[in-house]
């Protein structure tokens, strides 16, 4: 019980501080939306406007408030999930993000599960033969996948899967069942393992090789224990905090850049793709709300990675 009321008061202090992150990006990116933004009032007025007519609608948008009763507006709407309706459709944004996240969350999963759990077990196949000739072979394809670019690798598994091969559909998002599912998700998801594989590979290696420096490691190999015990039970263990910090924050950029790309490419319906089209057409509702939410899932994966890794060593102490 007494545990349960720390990990709540440290959940608590984790979301409170990262109010100002919140109230800094949503303040940003309203002054960049209102001030550098298009007109909303010139897109909706229709052709030759008078005075009247603009001054008449920009006081029905509220346009014509002071700034900050407009972004206290912006901070109450985003926080009742009243998102506006996009300026395109006329959709409700809020039931837009619901029909799309599901999407993009279905796309990337598997890639970014199969991508982490590959790098892993890569990174420590290369630090228990470092310095070996695997090693080498590990280390050179990661800097290999480093050096190509994702708009690259998209094209390429395009073209070989898609279009050379005809195995998998490079285009949409008609997802009726298990088969067609796995179709359409094969080859954004060797897309996505491709373009991450290298970095965390890189990364798992070097927090690896430097926890198996440490002197219960040495000892253990010296009493003659196997590999899987050493890297599991002791390895793994000693860099496990960097390992899922790693893991965690990767999560915001998985949604926002890997979902932008990838979803632009394959022409599928997800955040990625609307975010995308709002950049393009100007639609301030869609982009005020994703950049609002994109803070809010920055915060909360902050919050995560500290309880895990609070959970993961009980020697930090709950600040």
């Known amino acids: 019980m007494r ?11 984790k979301l409170t501080a990262a109010l100002p992150l919140l109230f800094g990006v949503t303040l940003v990116s309203f002054t960049l939306t209102v001030h550098f933004g298009p007109d909303p009032v010139h897109a909706l007025s229709g052709k030759n406007p008078t005075t009247a007519d603009l001054a008449a609608l920009r006081r029905e948008l509220g346009q014509d408030q002071p700034f900050w009763i407009r972004y206290a507006g912006y901070l109450r709407r985003l926080a009742t999930l009243d998102l506006g309706h996009t300026e395109t459709t006329g959709e409700k944004v809020r039931d837009l993000v619901a029909r799309t996240v599901p999407v993009s ?13 590959l790098a892993l077990l890569l990174a420590m196949f290369a630090a228990w033969h470092r310095g070996s000739r695997l090693d080498r072979l590990i280390t050179g394809a990661s800097v290999a996948g480093m050096s190509l670019s994702f708009v690259i690798i998209i094209i390429a598994l395009q073209a070989v899967f898609g279009v050379w091969l005809g195995w998998f559909p490079v285009r949409g998002w008609e997802v009726t069942g298990p088969a067609s599912y796995l179709a359409h998700v094969t080859i954004p998801t060797l897309a996505f393992v491709l373009a991450s594989i290298g970095y965390n590979t890189r990364f798992f290696r070097a927090m690896l090789v430097n926890a198996m420096n440490a002197g219960h490691v040495r000892t253990a190999r010296a009493y003659g224990a196997g ?13 496990l905090l960097p390992i899922v910090t790693r893991v965690v924050y990767s999560v915001p950029a998985l949604v926002i850049s890997g979902s932008l790309l990838i979803e632009s490419h394959f022409s599928i319906p997800g955040i990625g793709r609307v975010t995308y089209h709002a950049m393009l057409s100007g639609d301030q509702p869609v982009i005020m709300a994703v950049v609002g939410l994109s803070a809010v899932v920055f915060a909360v994966t902050a919050t995560v990675a500290d309880l895990l890794c609070r959970l993961a060593d009980p020697r930090i102490r709950l600040a």
């Open 105 to 117: 969350a279905l796309l990337l999963g598997p890639g970014f599960v199969l991508g982490t759990g």
């Open 3 to 13: 545990l349960r009321i720390e990990l709540l008061r440290f959940i608590l202090r």
């Open 227 to 239: 590999p899987v015990c050493i890297m599991f039970r002791h390895v793994l263990r000693g860099c």
